[in-house]
């Protein structure tokens, strides 16, 4: 059982920064990103949700105070100090505070990803033990991937994670930035950092895929999307009432005003 979520959120978001200075409190929809993320990993039915921060930690962290949870449920800030750091490090701290919240494996999730209701329940119920990691990845040729940003997964044996990165030349998936992972990622990255790397996710997702820990699971074509810039955050506005449940009402209704107007 899935017990806690880690959403990284501490970053700066540059290629953002024309739709607002955080690019966690970014609206789709008006509705910042980091609530759509945090309600997404309650709707997976997890309920200690850790929100690493950074960049306008303040105004991040008073957001996460007003977002309506589930009973039972709770958000918890971990505020990094040097934000400018990869992403690696945000991990490391954000798994120190679930571990105290709640053991077993976590999900892990970027701040500006967003993903159809299927694929993160989908996720939490995939089996750790006999790997340490399973990262959800898409083999299709989505056009809502930029490639000049994405980060690339070649595979082995159908689902083995082989290579890892932004910069390989053979691929047989998108990495959709969620995965189910115990605290061996962390250490993974503590393990690169060790080795001379700078520390980015990347960098322990590869230690262990070496070690042949590291697995992936295919979306099967549903719908995601990272909002990293302007035109993916157009679309994102476009899109989302179609896949996400918590916007479908919404949509309904625009739709019924349209149409009575």
């Not at 953002?16 to 929809?29: C, D």
């Not at 099967?220 to 506005?237: C, E, F, K, S, T």
Request: hydrophobic share 50%; glycine share 8%.
């Amino acid at each position: 059982m899935v017990n806690s979520a880690i959403i990284l959120a501490a970053g700066y978001g540059s290629r953002l920064q024309s739709r607002g200075a955080s690019k966690p409190l970014v609206q789709v929809n008006a509705v910042p990103l980091i609530e759509i993320a945090v309600l997404q990993a309650a709707a997976a039915g997890v309920c200690n949700i850790v929100v690493v921060t950074g960049h306008e930690a303040e105004r991040v962290e008073n957001a996460l105070e007003h977002i309506s949870l589930p009973d039972g449920c709770r958000v918890i800030p971990q505020r990094l100090d040097d934000w400018s750091k990869p992403n690696g490090w945000s991990v490391i701290a954000g798994a120190r505070l679930a571990r105290e919240l709640a053991a077993g494996p976590f999900l892990l999730m970027m701040a500006d990803h967003i993903f159809d209701d299927t694929i993160l329940p989908m996720l939490a119920e995939q089996k750790i033990g006999a790997v340490d990691v399973v990262l959800a990845t898409d083999r299709n040729d989505n056009p809502l991937i930029d490639p000049d940003d994405a980060t690339w997964v070649a595979l082995s044996d159908g689902h083995r994670i082989h290579r890892i990165g932004k910069d390989i030349s053979e691929y047989d998936a998108a990495d959709c930035g969620a995965f189910l992972a115990n605290d061996a990622l962390p250490a993974a990255i503590e393990h690169a950092i060790a080795a001379g790397k700078p520390g980015s996710l990347s960098d322990g997702m590869q230690v262990l895929a070496n070690a042949g820990r590291a697995t992936a699971m295919d979306v099967n074509g549903a719908w995601w999307i990272d909002v990293d810039d302007p035109r993916a955050h157009d679309l994102a506005q476009q899109q989302i009432g179609d896949h996400l449940a918590m916007f479908a009402q919404h949509k309904a209704r625009a739709l019924k005003v349209a149409s009575d107007a």
